[in-house]
């Protein structure tokens, strides 16, 4: 698009998909939020939001939608509409696509079975399991972060959080990255959203089998505990139950990978910062939020316009989208002092990377625990880690900013 003003080529959100921009998209949202920070972008069809303020207004505002809708079949092949329509409306009763009351109703009953506290009693089997994947590859003094830690160790903890075998967790590789699929925004041709669909209707058949068996022969894990949740009277149903634990599973892992592939490079690109941790191990909890604020796994979100609003001076029409960057808003110098600082000790950071309002993350405390322990453990055990290329491959999303691969290596242990 070209500026009228000042004659340049006029940057849009899509251009983070250029290769400059997919390496270090903070200059881009600076030029936008700088530019105007309530644009309409003609390519991405959509209002685009790069201010913290604006950006935390709309998200706890009820007039800015999450809801999906009523859920559309017709376009469905009829042969594959038996399979296809129960995995969509599952989908559809996830909580994350609706708004209050069948929202708070449901969240409400997810976060008696996913407490803080039961979150924190992992913390013993998630440093034994960090051990473990680091004991794997100490004496090889080389490992390839991405496929030998951080995927795993998110992968393995809900996981067996859930209760699922360890023999049926690579299935879920397949799995997770079809959701991931389905919430990345991007437009799917038809035969790309027919291989998603039917993906997450396997997904389905898997958890029906696992809810059926504890149904007749109770076990002690969050599926369980997902069944019996109750609220006066109130439980998931089979719907409810399927599509929740598949939200918990997907939207859990990939995110929380990229936390970490990108919180390491981070800190191995600020070798004084990544000094400061090692030495000051109890730093970890400022430390994760600082790393989630720097470089947020999940880059934005989007909500729908309800009616006709005026706002911040803008007129919004009813059905129309908001993008709200997250990670545009994380570096908003209004908010937050010298905002492309890796700054492990920063106070008062108060950052969006977890969202806002009424489905602020769910996971949030996991999350940070899995990071606490992964960066310390890894800082402790690891000496001379270092990167080894400059050259890393993001994942091409405007939703999430990830690593594909991040090849590091440290001195071995003999
Ligand atoms: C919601 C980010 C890890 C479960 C969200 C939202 C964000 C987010 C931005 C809000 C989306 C919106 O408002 O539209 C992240 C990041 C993570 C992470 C950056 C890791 C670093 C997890 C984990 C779990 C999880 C580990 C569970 C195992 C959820 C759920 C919601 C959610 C259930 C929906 C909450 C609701 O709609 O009320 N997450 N997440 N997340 N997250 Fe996470």
Redesign the pocket.
Known sequence: MQDHQSGHQRLTLSDVQRPEYLANPYPLYHRLREHDPIYWDEEMHAWVLTRYTDVVAV?RDPRFS?AWGPVETAWMPEELRPQLEPALRAVSRQ??F?DPPD?SRL?GL?ARA?TPRMVESLRPRVQRLVDELLDAVQDQGEMEFVADFAYPL?AIV?AEMLGVPPEDRSQFIVWTQDFGRLLDGGHLSFEELLTTLSGIADFLAYFRRQIAQRRTAPRDDLLQALILAEEQGDRLNEEELLG?CV???A???G??T??LGNGLYALLQHPEQLQLLRENPSLAPTAVMEL?RYD???QL??RRLTADVEWAGRRFKAGEEVLTV?GAANHDPEQFPDPDRLDLRRTDNRH?????????????P??RLE?EVAFTTILRRLPQLCLATEQIERLPSLVFRGIKALPVTFASVL
């Not at 969006?352 to 949030?364: E, T």
């Open positions: 998200l999450s909580m994350l609706l929202h969240r997810v996913f998110p809900i929740n939200l918990l599973l939207a859990g892992h995110t929380t990229h936390l989630l947020s796994p999940v979100t989007s997250l969006v990377a977890f969202g806002h309002g009424p489905h602020f993350c769910l996971g949030a996991l999350a990071a």
